[in-house]
T-cell receptor, first 115, second 110 residues
Framework: ETGVTQTPRHLVMGMTNKKSLKCEQH?????MYWYKQSAKKPLELMFV???????ENNSVPSRFSPECPNSSHLFLHLHTLQPEDSALYLC??????????????FGPGTRLTVL | DQQVKQNSPSLSVQEGRISILNCDYT??????FLWYKKYPAEGPTFLIS?????DKNEDGRFTVFLNKSAKHLSLHIVPSQPGDSAVYFC?????????FGAGTRLTVKP
């Protein structure tokens, strides 16, 4: 399998649930990203990992917890979310971080609904 | 603080004509600019980019123009095809930061 994959594609959860989003890239990239896309809003960069080390955390609430066990896998652990967290969550990867202007390769996203 | 803006949420163009998508940014530290295209139920895919040291980059039917003094870039698609119908995102990067615009939905009518 090639490219960037994300599972699940759709997720419905209650505010007290704990769930995890998974992202996997088979491109040999060293940087991975989590983005949030809410309706009619720009993509919001949440987390950046470069060589498994977190290099950016754009003031994301602690109810979102990323994990990067290796350069091919990225998780986003979710707990006690709010309805306003409902959005499309996109994972991306690139050869290095955006400092070099490398294009990012995106996964198809996970559509999250928080009830 | 929206540092990258796409002020037109939608654009409709006739097949064969030129499509021009615009993007403005506020941060002069951005040094790379990229355009992504997104179809429904898919993630964005990279289309074309330009470094801040250039003012034009062309790839087939797609040309990106950068006006640094105006902090403005545009994507030209000539000729437009129905398969180009998608949401187009402008992005700007600098340092460890990447910012996206809200997107412009392009519809190319046959």
């Amino acid at each position: 399998e090639t490219g960037v994959t994300q599972t699940p594609r759709h997720l419905v959860m209650g505010m007290t649930n704990k769930k995890s989003l998974k992202c996997e890239q088979h491109l040999g990239h060293n940087a991975m990203y989590w983005y949030k896309q809410s309706a009619k809003k720009p993509l919001e960069l949440m987390f950046v990992y470069n060589f498994k080390e977190q290099t950016e955390n754009n003031s994301v609430p602690s109810r979102f917890s990323p994990e990067c066990p290796n350069s091919s896998h990225l998780f986003l652990h979710l707990h006690t979310l709010q309805p306003e967290d409902s959005a499309l969550y996109l994972c991306a990867s690139s050869r290095t971080t955006s400092a070099s202007g490398d294009e990012q390769f995106f996964g198809p996203g996970t559509r999250l609904t928080v009830l | 603080d929206q540092q990258v803006k796409q002020n037109s949420p939608s654009l409709s163009v006739q097949e064969g004509r030129i499509s021009i998508l615009n993007c403005d940014y506020t941060n002069s530290m951005f040094d790379y600019f990229l355009w992504y295209k997104k179809y429904p139920a898919e993630g964005p895919t990279f289309l074309i980019s330009i470094s801040s040291i250039k003012d034009k980059n062309e790839d087939g039917r797609f040309t990106v123009f950068l006006n640094k003094s105006a902090k403005h870039l545009s994507l030209h698609i000539v000729p437009s095809q129905p398969g180009d119908s998608a949401v187009y995102f402008c992005a700007a990067s600098g340092g460890n930061d990447m910012r996206f615009g809200a997107g412009t939905r392009l519809t190319v009518k046959p």
